[in-house]
């Protein structure tokens, strides 16, 4: 099942909210001042059921100008936008910016809505029509579907759902659910007894509940303590749903539209971007050097300065590198759409892509930045190896094997892995003979997997310190080398994902179970072993009165890790204590007579010859004493 956005755009009083209304069952206005003045000014929500099973979240953006800071973020991670034109009066200039918002922001299916049929003729409608059609000639719209409805009526639905149910299927793209999440916020709020929630649309990757991720550009670590979809409870959400969360240690003040959720140490704050610049053709203004802007991204909206790289002016329809320096720090990903107004009179000139969300300030019209910038505008060597790092995630991929596959040279692998290494891409495992390299996403898809199956692997056998080390592999990085694999248990540890005790992984909250079972098993094991004393007594001979000989097992581990038992011979076993208290009488007769044998071990401890014999063996194994050659005779090691 597709998780779709659907959006509204249009000119305020084209019926947006109440095509959604008729959709959907629901009045996405929530406010008593948009009820009361007839329009949308904040972003609302709702969805519906498409006749195919998918689920359609849809946004209603508002129209008026006033509120087109509300219109650009409710675009992010939109699917398809409905945009909605009045046929009683036809293209207006809201709907003009409203599409320029749409094609900067990279929005390309679509679906034109003519709405309020009823209160035109059928000749009319037609001249509407032509009048689009030669209006949206050359835009990206310009083949896109038009579904003719009234929404008072209801005229014309079933045929616009339908058209929405082909789209959906046939050319929306499902988003990547296993890289990392991301979560621009757009809303927060404060609910009684549950403290902090946020909303937005969440445009990558999975967020589960009780994940850690951190809030930028605050910088405030946040853990998940419940999240809803349309307004159900769910352990986990994907790429391309309406979300609300529910977070700990954060207050909403400390929240504002805007703010991104994603993992710790994915993003980093910044108050300047690199970025490709296109002006509208449509703009009357030309865009010069140091020109005060409003900067609209994701759900951000801040103040910049454009600091223009190669060129002194940018007019209608044409496009440079820019720097923009902001007035307060934002986290944006480099990739991200971006829109820009002016500042006084607040209209739409222009936008584009962010090339660089880190960057150095930089001088104008120098040669090394701007080809620096066109290198990353047009895809460097870095993406070609990030491609291939992620297409091994399975069985991960050396620097050598990079290098033969891209034809670059070992250095300029290197310095590419070092390059997105840096900005947490990937990881890097240096072994003797070559680095291995792991895409981060499928790190963070590897440890969301073992998280769970340790779980349940714990559910299952509570008392094990935890699924062996060698079993994971097998079950689960079949494709990696054993060597490779613990390099990956130990980034996984460093991340706090799994802990290792010996040989075994657990999660790392999980202790072994000691409740009454334990209580009763480790008893008799105990009892059995210090009756027999020196004498020993087989473990496969003991009554476990009536529990399973596999739970039996388990719990004989537990007290063989925690040190209170130590193994002397095959099915045998005893009391530590009890060895320590031999190491102690055999290393002080060694001291009087630098051999001793069997014999002497069986008077020592008032013991069999058959008993006597392993508690040498056990000697040997710690290295108090070693054979001098004859099978009974030891000397000190």
């Known amino acids: 099942m597709k998780n779709i956005i659907i959006g509204t755009a249009g000119h305020i009083d084209h019926g947006k909210t109440t095509l959604i209304k008729a959709l959907t069952g629901r009045n996405t206005d929530r406010w008593e001042e948009e009820q009361r003045r007839g329009i949308t000014i904040d972003l609302g929500f709702t969805y519906f059921d498409l006749p195919n099973g998918d689920r359609a979240g849809i946004i209603d953006v508002p129209g008026h100008e006033k509120f087109i800071n509300n219109m650009v973020a409710g675009v992010v991670g939109m699917d398809l936008v409905l945009l909605v034109v009045a046929a009683d009066e036809g293209i207006m200039p809201q709907t003009r910016e409203h599409m320029d918002i749409l094609h900067l922001l990279g929005i390309e299916k679509s679906i034109i809505v003519l709405n309020k049929c009823d209160l035109v003729d059928e000749e009319w409608l037609e001249l509407v029509e032509e009048e689009l059609r030669d209006e949206l000639q050359g835009t990206f719209l310009e083949y896109a579907p038009v579904a003719k409805v009234s929404a008072a009526t209801g005229e014309g639905l079933p045929e616009l759902i339908s058209i929405i149910e082909r789209m959906t299927r046939d050319e929306v793209v499902p988003k990547d659910i296993h890289t990392i999440p991301r979560l621009p916020i757009d809303r927060a709020f404060t609910l009684s007894g549950f403290g902090t929630v946020i909303t937005g649309t969440l445009v990558t990757g999975t967020i589960t509940k009780e994940d850690t991720l951190q809030l930028y550009p605050v910088g405030k670590p946040c853990k998940i303590r419940s999240i809803q979809v349309h307004g159900q409870d769910v352990k986990e959400c994907f790429a391309g749903q309406r979300v609300a969360i529910n977070l700990s240690n954060v207050k909403k003040k400390e929240i504002k539209r805007g703010c991104v959720l994603a993992p710790p140490d994915s993003m980093k704050e910044t108050d300047l971007l690199d970025v490709r610049l296109d002006v509208l053709e449509s703009s009357m203004r030309v865009l010069t050097h140091h020109a005060r802007l409003h900067l609209f991204t994701g759900t951000s909206e801040v103040l910049c300065r454009a600091v223009l790289l190669d060129a002194d002016e940018i007019g209608p329809g044409e496009s440079g590198y820019v720097q923009l320096r902001l007035e307060e720090s934002i986290a944006v990903r480099r990739g991200d759409k971006f829109v820009v107004r002016f500042y006084s009179p607040m209209e739409t000139i222009g936008g584009g892509v962010v090339l660089e969300p880190n960057p150095g300030v930089k001088k104008r019209f120098r040669d ?56 947490g891409m990937v990881h890097s495992f240096a072994m003797r003979k070559d680095t291995y390299v792991w895409h981060a996403d499928a790190a963070r898809e590897a440890a969301k997997g073992i998280t769970l199956a340790l779980a349940a692997y714990e559910e299952k056998h509570p008392y094990r310190y935890g699924m062996k080390k060698a079993e994971v592999q097998m079950t689960y990085f079949q494709k990696m080398k054993p060597n490779v694999f613990d390099k990956v248990v130990e980034l996984l540890e460093a991340d706090g994902k799994v802990r290792r005790v010996d040989e075994f992984l657990c999660t790392p909250e999980f202790e072994v179970r000691k409740d009454k079972t334990y209580d009763k098993v480790s008893g008799l094991i105990t009892g059995a072993v210090q009756k027999a004393g020196y004498d020993f007594v087989r473990y496969s001979d003991m009554d476990m009165k009536g529990t399973s000989r596999e739970i039996s097992d388990d719990i004989l581990n537990i007290l063989l890790e925690e040190e209170r038992l130590v193994k002397v011979a095959e099915d045998t076993y005893t009391l530590k204590s009890y060895m320590d208290e031999a190491r102690e009488r055999i290393s002080g007769k060694l001291r009087e007579n630098p051999v001793i044998t069997i014999a002497e071990v069986r008077d020592m401890f008032g013991t069999s010859r058959k008993s006597a014999k392993p508690i040498l063996e056990y000697m040997d194994s710690i290295r108090v004493t070693k054979k001098t050659g004859a099978e009974s005779e030891r000397v000190a090691y």
Do not use: C, F, Y
């Open 368 to 423: 090394d930045a701007i080809e620096e910038l066109r290198r990353k505008e047009s895809g460097s060597s870095v993406d070609v190896i990030e491609l291939h790092v992620k297409e091994h995630g399975q069985s991960m991929i050396t620097l050598a094997e990079l290098a033969k596959l891209t034809a670059l040279s070992m250095e300029e692998v290197q310095e590419d892995v070092k390059e997105l290494e840096g900005s």
